[in-house]
């Protein structure tokens, strides 16, 4: 069971990037995913996510509206696309799977370590 996170950089404010996050060992289409983020010094943190099925969806207040999460079963990969990139949003980001945090109020509201399955992080960097 393995998650890989992708799609890190470097990225002047304002711009995009898209981040993947892929299975291998496992299907997605029964997981919940969530995309966190830790920068130096702070917590982790949930930055968004996606329940199976109907595709629940939850963001943090910081990134709605520039950040949109989305899902590919036939890839086995659910991406988070990022725009208007601010340099707060530097951080390594992290994405998380798990069979039973499904409604919105838990993947908001439950803390990183009630997720099942890590992928190593990806760190992205908005300066100019």
């Known amino acids: 069971v393995q998650l890989q996170a992708s799609g890190g950089g470097l990225v002047q404010p304002g711009g995009s990037l898209r981040l993947s996050c892929t299975a291998s060992?496992?299907?997605?289409?029964?997981?919940?995913i969530g995309w966190f983020r830790q920068a130096p010094g702070r917590e982790r943190e949930a930055v968004s996510c996606?329940?199976?099925?109907?595709?629940?969806?939850y963001y943090d207040n910081s990134v709605k509206g520039r950040f949109t999460i989305s899902r590919d079963n036939a890839k086995n990969t659910v991406y988070l696309q990022m725009n208007s990139l601010k340099p707060e949003d530097t951080a390594v980001y992290y994405c998380?799977?798990?069979?039973?945090?499904?409604?919105?109020?838990?993947?908001?509201?439950?803390?990183?370590?009630?997720?099942?399955?890590w992928g190593q992080g990806t760190l992205v960097t908005v300066s100019s």
């Open positions: 996606i329940s199976p099925g109907d595709g629940n969806t």
């Open positions: 998380a799977a798990d069979r039973w945090i499904t409604t919105k109020h838990d993947m908001g509201s439950l803390p990183p370590d009630a997720w099942e399955h």
């Open positions: 060992g496992f299907t997605l289409d029964y997981h919940s």
